[in-house]
């Protein structure tokens, strides 16, 4: 039996993407060629907490001294697999621009303030129910070069390993009621709305620390099967 | 079934968070293979370098063996990000025939601005030429595009390269 998986079976962004132009010289011209299943791995690679940095789920106070500047938020979620099952332990790696949309990297030379408190990035573990948490502030828009005066929404980028092999993704969290999504080429390159709307959190009010952050919920489906037993190789 | 969420391309920044220290040095469960140095340069549709990319790798180690499930080790797993001239190199050690039928392999996942999506490659080493010819993933590949997967062994490691696009494009695999 032979998977099918193309972006576009998927449901996904095809790799050529013309308003995206950064696609045109990369994206490989030739369909990938799909492999009967158990010639692909079927597990991928794990960490335990002992990869983490200490205080890597809170990205607000990763520099002594100071606090990052920034409506401050809890994003939280699960992380389950195509059956609904959690993906438990997945090691969740996290980046983004600071409050006003500048992001802690030699070439990002966009003209707003660096905050000297805010790094950007983090790391989580999700636990054995599959739920993750990590406390943050909301990130700014940024223009980028892709066209006329084109803002890149507000977003987080999210690294997730799963179980499986073919749970690996890379993807980015966008935020509800957002002026500029319908606008992005990168979110735009999903072609159905309903697969767009699973990259925009939801507002949590009931998960919000009282008086301290608002919440978002980001719930995350891997492919695979994160439960099925997996042979030794 | 739920539809799992879609990919996003990983951007210029990631270096932020994915950048590993040492990553590029790949440990193992024993029995370890051979210790090989692998490297490459990744090329754009104009044959340029790509100065911005992410690959990953996953292996077998020297008894063709995937790490045991629930050791939470990172073994059989390397991380590089290319340098300025789209350049990268792992030091791991040569995996075993993960089936009797398959030629040693490792899997490659590259990540770039510009890939909504990432790809994934399976890296087969020029001097295993006999077990290459039997191996049944290779046998699905068209017989003019195989030498993209084939890593050429030189006096500094095994070379492979990685064309997006182009007479050389990479042959790439659904996962």
């Known amino acids: ?233 | 079934m739920r539809r799992p969420t879609p990919a996003q391309t990983v951007g210029p920044y990631f270096s932020l968070a994915l950048d590993w220290p040492q990553a590029h040095q790949v440990t193992h469960e024993p029995p370890l293979g051979v210790a090989i140095c692998l490297r490459g340069q990744v090329f754009d549709g104009d044959g340029l370098p790509v100065p911005d990319a992410l690959i990953e790798i996953w292996q077998a180690n020297g008894a063709g063996d995937y790490p045991t499930r629930g050791a939470a080790s990172g073994y059989g797993f390397g991380r590089a990000s290319v340098d300025s001239e789209g350049r990268y190199t792992f030091l791991t050690h040569k995996p075993g025939p993960v089936t009797p039928q398959e030629a040693p392999h490792i899997h490659l996942t590259l990540f770039a601005r510009g890939l909504m999506n990432p790809l994934v490659t399976r890296l087969y080493f020029g001097d295993e030429a006999a077990r290459n010819q039997h191996d049944p993933a290779l046998a699905q590949v068209p017989l003019a595009r195989r030498a993209t997967l084939i890593a050429a062994l030189t006096h500094t490691g095994y070379c492979f390269d990685i064309h997006l696009q182009g007479p050389l494009e990479t042959v790439f695999f659904d996962v």
């Open chain 1, 1 to 233: 039996m032979r998977r099918v998986a193309q972006p576009a079976t998927l449901g996904w962004a095809p790799n050529e993407l013309p308003a995206y132009r950064s696609s045109a010289k990369r994206a490989p011209q030739a369909a990938a060629i799909a492999l009967p299943s158990h010639l692909m791995p079927s597990q991928g690679p794990r960490w335990g907490p002992e990869k983490l940095r200490a205080g890597a789920g809170d990205l607000t106070t990763q520099v002594p001294g100071g606090t990052a500047q920034g409506q401050r938020i809890l994003v939280h979620g699960r992380v389950s697999d195509a059956a609904g099952r959690p993906e438990a332990h997945a090691l969740i790696e996290i980046w983004q621009a600071n409050a006003a949309g500048r992001y802690w990297h030699p070439a990002d030379q966009h003209v707003a303030p660096l905050d000297p408190y805010f790094l950007g990035a983090g790391q989580v573990l999700t636990d054995a129910q599959g739920c993750y948490e990590f406390l943050s502030i909301e990130p700014g828009a940024y223009p980028w070069g892709n066209h006329p005066n084109g803002w890149r929404p507000k977003h987080i980028h999210l690294s997730l390993f799963g179980a499986g092999f073919a749970a690996r993704l890379v993807t980015q969290l966008y935020f509800p009621g957002d002026p500029l999504l319908p606008l992005d080429p990168i979110f735009m390159g999903i072609p159905q709305a309903a697969r767009r709307a699973r990259l925009v959190a939801k507002f949590d009010l009931l998960h919000s620390p009282p008086e301290w952050a608002l919440a978002y919920r980001f719930d995350v489906v891997l492919r695979g099967h994160a439960a099925t037993p997996l042979d030794a190789h």
